[in-house]
């Protein structure tokens, strides 16, 4: 028997620990969503929209990657739920951000029909008037 509570044979980790393989998995995933915050912020920032509240995510994530994090379930914990928090807070900003462009775009279009189908339309309403409910 192990004096730390489970036996020699055992291969499952600690309560609160987590196995090289657990803590290799996860810090790869940190990395890879950590590359996938860099990408949109870079998408954003090409459509010119602000993406600063990304650069506190990107950190988190960059921390979760750091092996020694593992050592101490509390604070990865924490970490965790701080980076879990910043991207819902960023989530629910961007959405507000895009539907209200939508809005705008949506509100401010104008019944102008470009030059080449301005006939086609015309007639298209006159058939309109003229069908009635058949």
Do not use: H
Request: proline residues 4%; positive net charge.
């Amino acid at each position: 028997m192990n004096p730390n509570g489970g036996s020699l044979g055992d291969a499952r980790p600690m309560p609160g620990r987590f196995s090289g393989e657990q803590v290799r998995q996860f810090r790869g995933e940190a990395r890879q969503r950590a590359t996938d915050a860099e990408q949109l912020k870079r998408l954003l920032q090409g459509q010119k929209i602000d993406s600063k509240e990304l650069d506190d995510i990107i950190k988190g994530l960059r921390k979760l990657d750091d092996e020694g994090m593992y050592a101490n379930p509390e604070l990865l914990g924490r970490l965790e739920q701080s980076v879990t928090d910043n991207i819902k807070r960023f989530e629910y900003t961007l959405r507000r951000r895009l539907d209200a462009n939508a809005s705008q775009v949506f509100l401010s279009g104008t019944d102008d029909v470009p030059e080449q189908y301005r006939k086609l339309v015309e007639q298209y309403y006159r058939s309109l008037s003229k069908g009635g409910g058949k």
